[in-house]
């Protein structure tokens, strides 16, 4: 293997792109080799600029060519399961945009199918993991110094939706985000997810009952809620406050500066993800290209992707159902304990 990480990027869209800038501006020890999109145009664009990158239309060429030897995955998530498997055939690094997959039995599959091969070489985007906050917030509970944690808030807040984005996306897309999140605060499964539906917002468009608040519980029986609310039109916000015994914690408020000028006061609202979590996703990557480099990933890994996806086919069904939904898991490979 080369010692820069030839990455070849699987889909130049919203997130494939700001990856490939990434990885070409601001991630040492890795390079975009390969540019792959349907859109040939698009993946023509996405190469501008990049010395040596090619363009491709189909992920396999990207997998036979002796000059990729890493591969990020940013296509629509029902798309990824295939080239998750031909990646882990050829047993490379991988960093696959979450979900891992959109369902828990094929989710299972690359758990697997890895699991076989033996040794790690996936990581999921559940980039808050990365962010400075969220890994202080888990290093208070791991540490104890403020006692036993004992419920999380979460408010995850959109200002709207793109086209298409159904009911069942503010759980798959938005809330899977929260599920990881308190996966990773707590080092527990979820148990079991609920779903009520209250009020809603005319905001919303045909189809989506928006906001929905989302009910978890873990394994020692930590409380989480999630406010979720994709058409709040004001701006974006992800924040979460966590209840300890001896003390409370609230992180991802919107930090300054803050200003006081003609009798008002305030700063400025979060306008996306990509502002919110830029730092993260740079993090991030920046971690996969170095622990790829020393031959084994860390970071959320297909476990992590396969829980996420039982947690959001049961958050599905609660929010169809109405009623509490328990979590069903099979049994952790060792790879991943
Ligand atoms: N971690 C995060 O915060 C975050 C944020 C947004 C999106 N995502 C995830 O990133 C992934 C991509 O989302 P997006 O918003 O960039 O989508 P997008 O629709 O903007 O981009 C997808 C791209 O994949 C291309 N594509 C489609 N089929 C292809 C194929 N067979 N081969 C190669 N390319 C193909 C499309 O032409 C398009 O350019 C999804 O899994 C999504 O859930 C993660």
Same mark, same amino acid.
Not at 68 to 77: E, F, K, M, Q, Y
Not at 117 to 139: H, P
Not at 242 to 256: K, L, P, Q, R
């Given at each position: 293997m080369s010692p820069t990480l030839r990455v070849a990027v699987i889909g130049a869209g919203r997130m494939g792109a700001d990856h490939i800038q990434r990885l070409h501006h601001r991630i040492s020890g890795a390079e975009v080799a390969a540019v792959v999109d349907i859109d040939e145009a698009r993946a023509n664009a996405a190469i501008a600029g990049i010395e040596g990158a090619v363009a491709l239309t189909d992920a396999q060429a990207a997998l036979d060519s002796p000059d990729?030897? *890493?591969?990020?995955?940013? @296509?629509?998530?029902f798309l990824h399961h295939d080239i998750l498997l031909k990646a882990l055939e050829r047993d490379i690094p991988i960093l696959c945009e979450k979900p891992l997959t959109p369902?828990?039995?094929? &989710?299972?599959?690359? %758990?697997?199918?890895?699991?076989?091969?033996?040794?790690?070489?996936? /990581?999921?985007?559940?980039?808050?993991?990365?962010? *400075?906050?969220?890994?202080?917030?888990?290093?208070? %509970?791991a540490g104890g110094e403020l006692g036993e944690l004992l419920m999380l808030h979460h408010q995850h807040r959109n200002p709207d939706t793109p086209a298409g984005f159904t009911n069942e996306m503010l759980i798959n897309d938005s809330v899977v985000h929260e599920f990881d999140a308190i996966r990773f605060f707590t080092n527990e499964e979820i148990t079991s997810v609920q779903v009520r539906l209250?009020?809603? $917002?005319?905001?919303?468009? +045909?189809? /989506?009952?928006?906001?929905?608040? %989302?009910?978890?519980? $873990?394994?020692?029986?930590?409380?989480?809620? %999630?406010e979720i609310y994709v058409n709040a039109l004001f701006g974006?916000?992800?924040? $979460?406050? *966590? &209840?300890?015994? $001896?003390?409370?914690?609230?992180?991802?408020?919107?930090?300054?500066?803050y200003v006081r000028t003609a009798g008002k006061w305030g700063g400025n609202v979060t306008p996306g993800f990509e502002e919110r979590f830029g730092a993260a996703y740079d993090t991030e990557i920046q971690a996969w290209v170095d622990a790829a480099a020393k031959g084994e990933l860390g970071g959320p890994s297909a476990w992590d992707g396969y829980a @996420? +996806?039982?947690?959001?086919? *049961?958050?599905?069904?609660?929010?169809? @159902?109405g009623q509490k939904v328990a979590v069903k898991l099979n049994a952790k490979p060792s790879l991943y304990s």
């Open positions: 990729v030897d *890493a591969l990020l995955i940013a @296509t629509p998530g369902d828990a039995a094929s &989710s299972w599959e690359i %758990v697997q199918a890895e699991a076989k091969l033996g040794r790690k070489r996936i /990581q999921v985007g559940f980039m808050r993991r990365y962010d *400075a906050e969220y890994a202080q917030l888990r290093a208070l %509970v209250g009020k809603a $917002t005319k905001n919303a468009p +045909a189809g /989506q009952h928006d906001p929905q608040h %989302v009910l978890i519980e $873990t394994e020692s029986g930590v409380l989480a809620d %999630v974006y916000e992800v924040a $979460t406050q *966590a &209840s300890f015994e $001896t003390g409370i914690v609230s992180i991802g408020n919107d930090s300054g500066p @996420t +996806a039982a947690c959001c086919e *049961a958050g599905v069904e609660a929010q169809r @159902t």
